[in-house]
Nanobody, 125 residues
Framework: QVQLVESGGGSVQAGGSLKLSCEVP????????MGWFRQAPGKQQRTFVG?????????LYTDDVKDRFTISKDDAKKTMYLQMNNPKPEDTARYYC?????????????????WGRGTQVTVSS
């Protein structure tokens, strides 16, 4: 089973920027639909942040982060990124990347097969 490794989390001031990475080792990087989710403090649910499809690299974002966050992929490095610009305190959460071979509804977590352990992002005002 593929193992995902997130990195890049930390503390950032509101209005700054932060870039998260999700490494997907192995030879199957191009076979995965990928997504970012987050779990806010005190919340049990992981909510959708954004995703990128394996075909054509189409991206989708939740309205909360649209125009502030950008997802990209580097096939050579087998890594997906989440560029967080102008983060807000309400973006504070643990961020998870997830992959699945055929994710039909990317906003829903159950469609993803494998999850990383997450990386903490704390945004101060």
């Amino acid at each position: 089973q593929v193992q995902l490794v997130e990195s890049g989390g930390g503390s950032v001031q509101a209005g700054g920027s932060l870039k998260l990475s999700c490494e997907v080792p192995g030879r199957t990087f191009f076979l995965w639909d990928m997504g970012w989710f987050r779990q806010a403090p005190g919340k049990q649910q992981r909510t959708f942040v954004g995703g990128v499809s394996k075909t054509q690299g189409r991206t989708l974002y939740t309205d909360d982060v649209k125009d502030r966050f950008t997802i990209s992929k580097d096939d050579a490095k087998k890594t997906m990124y989440l560029q967080m610009n102008n983060p807000k305190p309400e973006d504070t959460a643990r961020y998870y990347c997830a992959v699945g071979p055929e994710v039909r509804r990317p906003q829903l977590p159950y469609g993803y097969e494998t999850w990383g352990r997450g990386t903490q992002v704390t945004v101060s005002s």
